[in-house]
């Protein structure tokens, strides 16, 4: 079993940063697969950003270049930078923990945090 909490949300204005965290306990955190995703009112969840055990990153096109995920496993932390914000990032934003092992699949999400972009 994996609890995630996730921080760092706000109200931010246009082209501001923001840093969420996401803090992981009660399983082996480096083994799993770490994400970002987020929800806006009305809409899908989708996948924001990735991070896999080797380090390796995956992003959404709409985010490149101006969010930044990142991993310590030795805090079992995964964060998320952003920059550039933009009101169309106005969500919640989610953190995710997966794994597959031995034919079983491991998906754990956290109760997420808003962000809102606003002038």
């Known amino acids: 079993q994996v609890q995630l909490v996730e921080s760092g949300g706000g109200s931010v204005q246009p082209g501001g940063s923001l840093r969420l965290s996401c803090a992981a306990s009660g399983s082996i955190f480096s083994l799993y697969r770490m994400g970002w995703y987020r929800q806006a009112p009305g809409k899908q969840r989708e996948l924001v950003a990735q991070?896999?055990?080797?380090?390796?990153?995956n992003y959404a096109d709409f985010v490149k270049a101006r969010f930044t995920i990142s991993r310590d496993n030795a805090k079992n932390t995964v964060y998320l930078q952003m920059n550039g914000l933009k009101p169309e990032d106005t969500a919640v934003y989610y953190c995710?923990?997966?794994?597959?092992?031995?034919?079983?699949?491991?998906?754990?999400w956290g109760q997420g945090t808003q962000v809102t972009v606003s002038s």
């Open positions: 991070i896999f055990s080797s380090g390796n990153t």
């Open positions: 995710n923990a997966f794994r597959n092992y031995v034919f079983q699949t491991y998906d754990y």
